[in-house]
């Protein structure tokens, strides 16, 4: 949809070899006119299917999500530029085999797998698209549907290259993009800068890049293909779902056993008082359990 939008745009400068065909009557439109129209109306035709096809997949993603909300499993979600290493990472600590490739949009489709943390907690592991400099307004809007996956995450981890000679320029552009979605928040305590590919920096910055490890505690350096650093970042994301925690109180219907049990598997249970038809429970709970909860508990 992007390409054919990129397209639609330059169709004039497309035919202007034809217009010299021009009749020479001076009303009569030529050749390289009607050709233009045809080709203008095809296009146009073919992104408003395209659209129809992009909100298809947006509904069919918004029911998976649903879905996981029921599920125990916090979302972790890959940002990062193009060619950082997101899919490389991502088969590293989910051990899985998906396409890593160095070039643009080598990730399409978002690919979710199993995320095993050091606390023996399990969360699930999302790889997104790669972004771009200045990414145009209806690339945003194509790539929305792979995107939402971002903002539905309990934990963004933006992956960067600190081999490239712009790296600081692509931070940049990531969390102007991030902005764009709406999670501008993430810039501050919410997002995880994986700084990847130490394995290839001078010993010059990975010393820096160390001291900023030291400095920030978000920040984590790391090897997508050595290993080195990933343990850091797996106890880094167990460590910051954990602070998410909070105590609060809940009144279950003694008949929702499915519910109960869910919470007792889920939540740390510090207190029980059943009365006739509700249990009343004192919990601590996860910031996306509670999310979890609030569609079909009443919460105090």
Request: charged residues 25%; contains cysteine.
């Amino acid at each position: 949809m992007a390409a054919l939008s990129y397209q639609r745009s330059r169709l004039v400068r497309s035919w202007t070899h034809l217009e010299r065909q021009r009749g020479g009557f001076g009303f009569l439109g030529g050749p390289g006119e009607s050709q233009l129209e045809i080709d203008r109306r095809l296009i146009g035709e073919r992104i408003k299917r395209l659209k129809r096809e992009l909100d298809d997949v947006k509904r069919t993603r918004a029911l998976h999500r649903e879905a996981r909300r029921r599920v125990p499993y916090p979302v972790v979600a890959l940002v990062g530029y193009t060619n950082a290493g997101k899919s490389t990472l991502f088969n590293r600590l989910t051990r899985s085999s998906v396409a890593a490739g160095d070039m643009l949009f080598a990730t399409l489709d978002p690919t979710m797998r199993r995320l095993d943390l050091p606390s023996g907690r399990t969360a699930i592991l999302s790889d997104t698209v790669g972004f771009i400099s200045d990414l145009p307004t209806h690339l945003i809007a194509a790539f929305r549907a792979t995107l939402e996956e971002v903002t539905e995450a309990d934990i963004v981890v933006h992956v960067c290259d600190t081999n490239h000679p712009d790296s600081e320029a692509q931070r940049q552009d990531v969390l102007s993009i991030l902005a764009d979605l709406g999670l501008g928040e993430l810039a501050g305590e919410g997002l995880v800068e994986a700084m990847n590919k130490i394995d290839l920096v001078d010993p010059a910055t990975r010393a820096g890049l160390t001291n900023q490890v030291l400095r920030n505690s978000h920040n984590v350096a790391l090897s997508a293909v050595t290993g080195e650093g990933c343990g850091a970042l797996l106890a880094m994301i167990d460590h910051q779902l954990e602070s998410d925690i909070r105590p609060v109180r809940l009144e279950v219907p003694l008949t929702d056993g499915k519910t109960l049990a869910w919470i007792y598997r889920r939540g740390e249970v510090l207190g029980r008082r059943d009365d006739e038809e509700a249990a009343h429970l004192s919990v601590r709970l996860s910031e996306a359990d509670i999310a979890r909860l609030r569609h079909h508990q009443r919460m105090h």
